[in-house]
Nanobody, 124 residues
Framework: QVQLVESGGGLVQAGGSLRLSCAASGRTFSGYAMGWFRQAPGKEREFVSA????????YYADSVKGRFTISRDDSKNTVYLQLNSLKPEDTAVYYC?????????????????WGQGTQVTVSS
């Protein structure tokens, strides 16, 4: 069982950037796809990005494509999400999660071992 801890969130103005990190303890996430999801106030948790364990397959939500970049470093048990050109609508709690398989999907039900999230707030 893996435990995930997100960090790197904060308050930025529109157009700014942040780099989120997801560090794992316990069992590593090597061999499993990893994903980032977010949840804004009053909305359901939504898919942001996912990456296969060998980084050969990467998915992005249409709303973040071209602005966000997902990456992973299994030697450090860490997954990253680079957020560029941030918009107020990106404001949410961002969660990291490990998939149940090496292949990423875009549905939260396929992921487990969720972290506690890190807050990203974008002001206009």
């Amino acid at each position: 069982q893996v435990q995930l801890v997100e960090s790197g969130g904060g308050l930025v103005q529109a157009g700014g950037s942040l780099r989120l990190s997801c560090a794992a303890s316990g069992r590593t996430f090597s061999g499993y796809a990893m994903g980032w999801f977010r949840q804004a106030p009053g909305k359901e948790r939504e898919f942001v990005s996912a990456i296969s364990w060998r980084a050969g397959i990467i998915y992005y939500a249409d709303s973040v494509k071209g602005r966000f970049t997902i990456s992973r470093d299994d030697s450090k048990n860490t997954v990253y999400l680079q957020l560029n050109s941030l918009k107020p609508e990106d404001t949410a709690v961002y969660y990291c999660a490990r998939s149940r398989s090496p292949i990423p999907t875009m549905t939260s039900g396929d992921f487990r071992s969720w972290g506690q999230g890190t807050q990203v707030t974008v002001s206009s």
